[in-house]
T-cell receptor
Framework: GQQLNQSPQSMFIQEGEDVSMNCTSSSIFNTWLWYKQDPGEGPVLLIALYKAGELTSNGRLTAQFGITRKDSFLNISASIPSDVGIYFCAGRTTQGGSEKLVFGKGTKLTVNP | SAVISQKPSRDICQRGTSLTIQCQVDSQVTMMFWYRQQPGQSLTLIATANQGSEATYESGFVIDKFPISRPNLTFSTLTVSNMSPEDSSIYLC????????FGPGTRLTVT
């Protein structure tokens, strides 16, 4: 089946630093999504990308849809303690006539004040 | 975006019993999904539940173990049947409302 390779698995940074994480795949996706999950909560949608090469920002977050449609990255600038959580990438694909999301394994972010 | 609620938020159950999880959405949606997230892991799709049709299950998940109901466009239930400790997970309801959104999850522990 399709798989997403998300890296890094975990990150430990100081408050104020910038963060970058990415997802790659051998398969093509027509949409890339980035979610954040806080402990005990469901994933919250941060950014959605729909076109190859698209670069989208949401506050301190910036994400890009790779030109090859096989990868995406998420950057967080000037990190703050509330950025702590697990970030998941997800690619949307069409299988058997229905659209499905394939998730990466997540990047666990720790921000030291 | 859609506002999704789930009940119960958490439960501790004995092996061999069943638990039904409810998912309520604040707007009508065609596509609803149920996911499982095992401790420290990513999300795995269990099934897609569209109103008016049988749920479509992913490989490794069967209707006898995870029966799903979808009586209308704002509500769905997932039952985890004949539970074992391996079923201890977070179960997440998700809907497609322009984009895909998730509920807060139901944290299930089976003893």
């Amino acid at each position: 089946g399709q798989q997403l390779n998300q890296s890094p698995q975990s990150m430990f940074i100081q408050e104020g630093e910038d963060v970058s994480m990415n997802c790659t795949s051998s398969s093509i996706f027509n949409t890339w999504l980035w979610y954040k999950q806080d402990p005990g909560e469901g994933p919250v949608l941060l950014i959605a990308l729909y076109k190859a090469g698209e670069l989208t920002s949401n506050g301190r977050l910036t994400a890009q849809f790779g030109i090859t449609r096989k990868d995406s990255f998420l950057n967080i600038s000037a990190s703050i303690p509330s950025d702590v959580g697990i970030y998941f990438c997800a690619g949307r694909t069409t299988q058997g006539g229905s659209e499905k999301l394939v998730f990466g394994k997540g990047t666990k972010l720790t921000v030291n004040p | 975006s859609a506002v999704i609620s789930q009940k119960p938020s958490r439960d501790i159950c004995q092996r061999g019993t069943s638990l039904t999880i409810q998912c309520q959405v604040d707007s009508q949606v065609t596509m609803m999904f149920w996911y499982r997230q095992q401790p420290g892991q990513s999300l795995t799709l269990i099934a897609t539940a569209n109103q008016g049709s049988e749920a479509t299950y992913e490989s490794g998940f069967v209707i006898d173990k995870f029966p799903i109901s979808r009586p209308n466009l704002t509500f769905s239930t997932l039952t985890v049947s004949n539970m074992s400790p391996e079923d201890s997970s977070i179960y997440l309801c998700s809907v497609l409302s322009y984009e895909q959104y998730f509920g807060p999850g139901t944290r299930l522990t089976v003893t």
